[in-house]
T-cell receptor, first 113, second 113 residues
Framework: EDQVTQSPEALRLQEGESSSLNCSYT??????LFWYRQDPGKGPEFLFT???AGEEKEKERLKATLTKKESFLHITAPKPEDSATYLC??????????????FGQGTILTVHP | DTEVTQTPKHLVMGMTNKKSLKCEQH?????MYWYKQKAKKPPELMFV???????INESVPSRFSPECPNSSLLNLHLHALQPEDSALYLC????????????FGSGTRLTVV
C-alpha cells in the first residue's frame, strides 16, 4: 500500500526565515508527486507536480524538489500570506493506487510578521 | 474557465433529510472525483468517475450516492446521514483518470445534526 508521510506536522516561522517541508513516500511505481496548498475551509490549490527524481520546480517563494524517496518544499523568505496547510500527494501505478491520489497528513505552516 | 464549482458552500441537514451536493466543471475534463475531508486530516477519496461511469468506489456507505449525469456535472446524493459524516466534501476533476494533477473545488461544508 502506498504511503506518504509529511514532516514536521506544524512549522512556525518568522517572516523572512527560510525553511523546508519534507514529504517521504513509499509508492509502487511513482507516476507523479504533487504539492498543494490549502487554506482553512477551502479546497486544495495546486502548486507543483514532479515526475522524476532530480526534478525541481519553482513558483515565487516556493521551490519543490524530488528524490527517489522524498520531496522537499523549500520556502524562501516567507511572508505571512504563505501561512496555510501544505499537502503532499502521490500518484502511483500500482493496482490499488490507479486513479487515486494518496495524501500525506499535511504540514501546517504559520509565518509570523 | 479553469474552475471546479461546488454548491452549496455550506449545508446543515438533519439525519432524516435527503440533500444533494453539486459539482460542475467546464474544462472538458473526463474524470471527476469526490473526496471527504475531516478537520485537520487530509482528503480521503470516495468516488471516481471516468467518462460518466463510476470507476472507483472506496467502500463508501450507501447513504452516499454519486451520480454523473453528464461530462460536466457530478452530484452526491445524501440520505440518512450520521453526525460523524459532517465534513468538508471536495469535488475535483482531471483531464483523464490517468492525467496528472487535479483541480479541486472549494468544497461544501456539511454539518449533520
Amino acid at each position: 500500500e502506498d504511503q506518504v508521510t509529511q514532516s514536521p506536522e506544524a512549522l512556525r516561522l518568522q517572516e523572512g526565515e527560510s525553511s523546508s517541508l519534507n514529504c517521504s513516500y513509499t509508492v509502487s511505481g511513482l507516476r507523479g508527486l504533487f504539492w498543494y496548498r490549502q487554506d482553512p475551509g477551502k479546497g486544495p490549490e495546486f502548486l507543483f507536480t514532479l515526475y522524476s527524481a532530480g526534478e525541481e520546480k519553482e513558483k515565487e517563494r516556493l521551490k519543490a524538489t524530488l528524490t527517489k524517496k522524498e520531496s522537499f518544499l523549500h520556502i524562501t523568505a516567507p511572508k505571512p500570506e504563505d501561512s496555510a496547510t501544505y499537502l503532499c500527494a502521490s500518484w502511483g501505478a500500482g493496482g490499488t493506487s490507479y486513479g487515486k491520489l494518496t495524501f500525506g497528513q499535511g504540514t501546517i505552516l504559520t509565518v509570523h510578521p | 474557465d479553469t474552475e471546479v464549482t461546488q454548491t452549496p458552500k455550506h449545508l446543515v441537514m438533519g439525519m432524516t433529510n435527503k440533500k444533494s451536493l453539486k459539482c460542475e466543471q467546464h474544462m472538458g475534463h473526463r474524470a471527476m472525483y469526490w473526496y471527504k475531508q475531516k478537520a485537520k486530516k487530509p482528503p480521503e477519496l470516495m468516488f471516481v468517475y471516468s467518462y460518466e461511469k463510476l470507476s472507483i468506489n472506496e467502500s463508501v456507505p450507501s447513504r452516499f450516492s454519486p451520480e454523473c449525469p453528464n461530462s460536466s456535472l457530478l452530484n452526491l446524493h445524501l440520505h440518512a446521514l450520521q453526525p460523524e459524516d459532517s465534513a468538508l466534501y471536495l469535488c475535483a476533476s482531471s483531464q483523464e483518470i490517468t492525467s496528472y494533477g487535479y483541480t479541486f473545488g472549494s468544497g461544501t461544508r456539511l454539518t449533520v445534526v
